[in-house]
Each structure stands twice: as structure tokens, then as C-alpha cells.
């Protein structure tokens, strides 16, 4: 974590991951466990296993013990769809682990122009369309992932979801205020 990160509270992947790009999202704004599994199209099963195993944190609020309820932001919920995605087409949870880990550390600031490449066992982060042409000529490249395909389809789950429940955060409060009353 930089200097700046730990002044504004931002977590390191988080500021690093994801800024050009994307809609601009309240950070205070957050979706419960089950509406960022199910935007991102996982099980609520796997979404905790990957919080747990620091895959892919809450940025927006952790789990703070028993009856705590974590909530995700938008850029968690599309990198819990881009986990997903490599899922999906064999790569194991370690690689996808170190891919992540790469992304973090190249300090991508438009994902909305990337592409994640496989060739079934490793994953490259290719940032230009040369880069692409380049691992698929060199028989590197089997697959591709668009990012900001990917980031249309999370933006489209959420304002769907937003749709069905207005304002998850306040029907939590009233959940809370409910019970203490």
C-alpha cells in the first residue's frame, strides 16, 4: 500500500485495478454477498471462499465478525466476473491468482482497453492490440478476455439488480433499525 492509499483509506488493489474506464460509482455504495455473486455469476459458496482467501476483498466494507455483512463495490464485482471468466475456460485458482497479482502490480489504470490472454495454463495481460496479434502469432494466445466487455455486462447485472432493490444499503439500515427497535 502506497502513501496515498493509506491516507484516503483505499485499498491497494483496488486504486490500482480500476480508475480510467469505468462508470463513475459512489465507493460508499456497496451490494451485499448475494447480489455481487449473483451479478458476477458465481455461488455465494465460492464469493466467501474468495474473500476469505484474499482473492477478491470487499472494498466497500469487510466482514467484521459474526452477523457482519460484507459489501462489495463495482470494481469487486468485476473482478470477481473476470475470476469467473478464467474459471470458466480451465485456468486453475493459482494462476488466476498470480494473474491478478499482475494486474495489481502493472498498476493498469484502463481496463476498459484490456485483454487477458490464456493458452489454457498461464494468463498474459495484454494492453495493446499488437500485444494480442503477438501471443496469438506466437501460439501463445488460445483465448481471449475483454475487459471492457466484461465491465458492460457487470454494469448492466447491477442496474438490473439496482432496478429490483433501489437502495441496498438503506434496506439493510431498516433491516438493523427493525431489529433494535
Known sequence: MNARDAAE???FSAELLFTD???QMDDEVGYRGAQAARAAGITYRQLDYW???????PT???ASGSGSQRLYGFRDILVLKLVKRL???GISLQQIRIAVDQLRAAGIRDLAGTTLMSDGASVYLCTSNDEVIDLVSRGQGVFGIAVGKVLREVE?????LDAQTPDAMDELASRR???TA
Do not use: F, I, N, Y
Open 87 to 89: 474459471l470458466d475456460t
Open 21 to 23: 474506464g469505468l462508470p
Open 51 to 57: 474473500a476469505r482467501t484474499e482473492l477478491v476483498e
Open 156 to 160: 448492466s447485472e447491477l442496474v438490473e
Open 177 to 179: 433499525a427493525a431489529r
Open 60 to 62: 466497500v466494507r469487510g
Open 9 to 11: 483509506g483505499q485499498p
